[in-house]
T-cell receptor, first 118, second 111 residues
Framework: GAVVSQHPSWVICKSGTSVKIECRSL??????MFWYRQFPKQSLMLMAT?????????EQGVEKDKFLINHASLTLSTLTVTSAHPEDSSFYIC??????????????FGPGTRLTVL | SQQGEEDPQALSIQEGENATMNCSYK?????LQWYRQNSGRGLVHLIL?????REKHSGRLRVTLDTSKKSSSLLITASRAADTASYFC???????????FGRGTSLIVHP
């Protein structure tokens, strides 16, 4: 089946630093990629949707200058948490959807990245 | 935003028993999907059921959809300890087909 990878699996950083998380679709081309964050024992909250070669669409309440998303190719999207603070600590999950038929295409999820900001 | 709500929040059963989880949602949907998440891991897609479907099976999984009641259920038969995980339903509406998730049901299967 389709595989989505994320790197790194976990990261610990100091407050004020920036952290980049990569999301790759390994065996398919992802027209659309999604970024979610999940707090412990909570639901996944959609942060933004990105289409290859265009600007990401952010959900209400998500700061686009804080969470920079780049979808430069059909197999790679990156999320950069800029000037991270402890409240940004969370589990970040990406997903990718192949093709151009959103009504029938399944989203495939990455394994997630645990970010801890000290 | 559209969001499914799972019930119960947590479920603890013995191996071999069946586990049933329910999901309710608020407005008409295109599709409803069930996902599984092991602790601290990513999501695994289990089943997608479309709004014009009523029931789907996949191995030990059975999903039903009642659009009149705006609810779905996930049944896991003959549960195993390895089924221990959180289970989420996700619904999508409109033309974007972007699923939004409920809070999940935490299932513990005791060996």
């Amino acid at each position: 089946g389709a595989v989505v990878s994320q790197h790194p699996s976990w990261v610990i950083c100091k407050s004020g630093t920036s952290v980049k998380i990569e999301c790759r679709s390994l065996d398919f081309q992802a027209t659309t990629m999604f970024w979610y964050r999940q707090f412990p024992k909570q639901s996944l909250m959609l942060m933004a949707t990105s289409n290859e070669g265009s600007k990401a669409t952010y959900e209400q309440g998500v700061e686009k200058d804080k969470f920079l998303i780049n979808h430069a190719s059909l197999t790679l999207s990156t999320l950069t948490v800029t000037s991270a603070h402890p409240e940004d600590s969370s589990f970040y999950i990406c997903s990718a959807r192949p093709g151009t038929s959103p009504s029938t295409d399944t989203q495939y999820f990455g394994p997630g990245t645990r970010l801890t900001v000290l | 935003s559209q969001q499914g709500e799972e019930d119960p929040q947590a479920l603890s059963i013995q191996e071999g028993e069946n586990a049933t989880m329910n999901c309710s949602y608020k407005t008409s949907i295109n599709n409803l999907q069930w996902y599984r998440q092991n602790s601290g891991r990513g999501l695994v897609h289990l089943i997608l059921i479309r709004s014009n479907e009523r029931e789907k099976h996949s191995g030990r999984l059975r999903v039903t959809l009642d659009t009149s009641k705006k609810s779905s259920s996930l049944l896991i038969t003959a549960s195993r300890a390895a089924d221990t995980a959180s289970y989420f339903c996700a619904t999508d509406v409109g033309g974007s087909y972007i699923p939004t998730f409920g809070r999940g049901t935490s299932l513990i299967v005791h060996p």
